[in-house]
């Protein structure tokens, strides 16, 4: 069951080097795009991208390159024209003046999660104090961070090893909110659509979200009634 919505706006992006000639994803027709695997978030991403911009899928051509240090070497050397990436690899290199931003997800659909918080329905009759703590701990830890970006971005640096500016580009750029852990029937509707778009579910297919959706862990507060 889905217990909880994990950053309440996806962060996947395309990026492209600098000096590339891409200027928008129009350009992108007869192009090579860098993608994870087929059929994941990258290639759904990179679907809808293409379908904004009038381009049909078949008229470009998708790379799978595995992990995303790996697609964004074969976009800096000329084996694909677009790389899809995410927090804190696109933002580093974007302030190192090696790429530029050519797509945000989260700018387009801004319901779709980036992930949630699932469990099985035995460790929730099991264990149902400690999900509820993890669950009261997530939403205090998502508060905190909003409340406290520059501390957040110092400890984060030093956890990972990265600049500290990094960091703090990428939670600037979070909107407000998006550490909520509400699960939005929108946000719902949003992954099922994206499901659709990237052949994960049939066209006419209806995801029983009742069925998946366990919103009792919530504060009553953020509680949203799921059809």
Known sequence: ????????????SFIVPTASPIKSPADLKGKKIGITLPGGSCHTAALQMLKEAGIKAEEATFISGGAFPELWVAS??????????????????????????????????????????????????????????????????????????EETAKILAQAMGIPENVVATVLKDFPPGIYSTQI????????????????????????????????????????KEIR
Request: proline fraction near 6%; include cysteine.
């Open 76 to 149: 800096k050397t000329g084996q694909t024209d677009a790389a899809c990436q995410i927090p804190p690899t696109n933002a580093s290199l974007v302030l190192q003046g090696e790429a530029r931003f050519l797509w945000k997800w989260g700018e387009h659909v801004k319901g779709l999660p980036e992930g949630v918080l699932a469990t099985t329905t035995d460790v929730i009759k099991n264990k149902r104090e400690a999900l509820q703590r993890l669950a009261d701990s997530y939403l205090e830890a998502g508060k905190w961070i909003e409340a406290n970006k």
């Open 184 to 223: 939005v029937p929108e946000g719902l509707q949003e992954v099922e659509e994206t499901m659709r778009l990237g052949g994960t579910i049939e066209p006419t297919y209806k995801i029983p979200w009742a069925e998946i959706v366990d919103t009792s862990f919530l504060p009553p507060e953020l509680r």
């Open 1 to 12: 069951r889905i217990i909880a919505f994990d950053l309440a706006r996806t962060q996947i």
